[in-house]
């Protein structure tokens, strides 16, 4: 299998934010049910715990995409 430096850095990238999605959830949702639905709520854990989630999203969608920079599909896929 061949790969690049850059995209061993992408994917150690999308591990970094994956532990960040991970480690802020619980909080979030402490911090949700304690608060309730406040749609203006976007500050704190639960405004971080939905950036990373968008920069997640849209990073897999790249990926699959195939127009995310630095990252190589391995040849045959």
């Not at 854990?45 to 968008?54: D, E, F, K, L, P």
Request: charged share 20%; aromatic share 10%; hydrophobic share 40%.
């Amino acid at each position: 299998m061949e790969t690049t430096v850059a995209s061993l850095r992408v994917l150690a990238g999308t591990f970094y934010l994956s532990a960040c999605f991970l480690s802020h959830v619980p909080m979030a949702l402490i911090e949700h049910r304690e608060h309730g639905d406040d749609p203006y709520r976007g500050s704190g854990v639960i405004g971080a715990t939905r950036r990373y989630h968008r920069d997640l999203t849209a990073r897999v969608a790249a990926m699959r995409a195939g127009t995310f920079d630095g990252w190589r599909w391995p040849q045959g896929r």
